[in-house]
């Protein structure tokens, strides 16, 4: 399905929007739920990923396809491999088949897994034979996709003596790391991380609990965005959130501050509103390394106002649903942007003119859709394939008609 998206309100008119629970929080909930069945979740994600997840998690079919869902594909690679007497097949679409997940596997191996690959050496599909794994020590680069470390880490309490991590070099994206020990110590298990080295005290059950979702910031970035790229005094209201959150992308609160945008807590909510408008001479500079996701949001909200940006510590992009950075360095020269990628940075000078009616690819990435769809504040545009969004935000189109923008559905 492809969506021509249109202006058709002048002000924005909504009262409050809910947003379903955080895939990021969910899919870790999930895997220690599998594990300790003491837990109960609530305000679970209803994206495709979690759908995947829990899928996998229940099913008795040798062979699991998760899709384009690279964290199911993390997390159940570490689950599967520590599950005595598991005999699967793990493999999801072409573009997973072609997400490098070497270091996961290497690192499994290391403790005594036994995983071997079906087609390509270093990706998946993936042959997994579950088996007890008693060895407590591994050594991990810390500079690799943090879902490597947080699937190690889910597994770590069930493991028979617990689990000592030694990350080598430079660590990227702690707040997802964080937020899987916050998890872990919510649940009742003992964790440490000190420097380079996260240890996991073993834990064979845990006290009945119930665990709540909150909901997903990396959704709310697509708001933020509409709201920047909005009149002065738009409002919305988004809800679940916290204040003080586990999730790293939480600090769209401060980025977007700058482009104009003011959030309020309040029960459990967040309001954003559009306080002033954005000097065109700002340059905003940000390592996003701490919280890659919401790269693609900030530059199209850059350019969408007219300023330029650089955004570094983008090295993860390049093997998401897409490589992201140039997709995005694709589809913005599209519309008439300036901007060059290296393999871990972003840089957008100003513009001044938008192009109209340009029909933006997504390849295969739910992110794409959804960052690039507040520019129909500034110009009508399409969005092709645009369910792709169900991978993440599977109420994102309906959420979007309710604030004034016509989608029309084109060939």
């Known amino acids: 399905m492809d969506l021509l998206l249109k202006k058709t309100k ?16 969910s899919n870790r909930l999930l895997i220690l739920q599998k594990l300790y069945p003491e837990i109960t979740i609530e305000n679970l994600s209803d994206s495709d990923d979690t759908v995947h997840l829990k899928h996998a998690l229940t099913t008795n079919d040798k062979i699991v396809d998760i899709g384009h869902a690279g964290t199911a594909m993390r997390f159940l690679t570490a689950y599967f491999a520590r599950t ?19 270091i996961l596997v290497n690192a499994l191996r290391s403790l005594g897994a036994e995983i071997s690959y079906i087609e390509k050496e270093g990706y998946p599909p993936l042959a997994i034979k579950g088996k007890e794994i008693t060895k407590k020590s591994v050594v991990i680069n810390g500079n690799v996709s ?48 000190t420097n380079n080295v996260i240890e996991v005290k073993p834990q064979k059950e845990i006290s009945n609990q119930v ?23 738009a409002k919305v209201t988004l809800s679940a959130y916290k204040e003080e959150s586990l999730q790293g992308d939480s600090c769209l609160v401060a980025i977007y501050e700058k482009l104009g945008v003011t959030t309020k807590f309040e029960k459990n909510t967040i309001t954003l509103t559009k306080n002033n408008a954005v000097d065109t001479s700002l340059e905003l500079n940000i390592d996003l390394k701490n919280a890659p996701d919401i790269a693609q949001t900030i530059a199209v909200t850059c350019f969408g106002l007219g300023i330029a940006c650089n955004l570094t510590g983008l090295h ?96």
Do not use: C
Request: charged share 25%; glycine share 4%.
């Open 146 to 193: 943090s879902q490597y470390i947080s699937a190690l880490l889910l597994i770590a309490a069930s493991l028979p003596e617990g689990l000592i991590i030694t990350l080598e070099g430079e660590i990227t994206s702690v707040p997802y790391i964080k937020m899987t020990l916050s998890l872990l110590e919510q649940a009742g298990i003992s964790t440490i991380f």
């Open 211 to 233: 665990m709540t979702v909150e909901a997903d910031w990396s959704s709310a970035s697509y708001w933020f965005s509409f709201i920047a790229l909005s009149e002065v005094g």
């Open 316 to 411: 993860t992009l390049k093997i998401k649903e897409t490589d992201r950075l140039e997709a995005l360095k694709e589809e913005l020269t599209k519309l008439g942007a300036t901007i060059t990628v290296t393999d871990e940075s972003l840089h957008l000078k100003p513009s001044t003119e938008i192009k109209e009616n340009i029909a933006i690819a997504t390849y295969n990435d739910h992110r794409m859709a959804m960052a690039f769809a507040p520019l129909a504040l500034k110009v009508p545009i399409k969005i092709l394939d645009a369910k792709v969004v169900t991978k993440s935000y599977r109420s994102f189109w309906d959420h979007f008609q309710k604030v004034g923008i016509q989608q029309t559905i084109v060939k």
């Open 10 to 25: 002048n002000e924005l008119d909504v009262n409050e929007i809910t947003i379903s629970g955080s895939k990021s929080e």
């Open 84 to 102: 005595e007497g598991v005999v699967k097949t793990l493999q999801g679409s072409e573009r997973m088949h072609n997400r490098p997940i070497e």
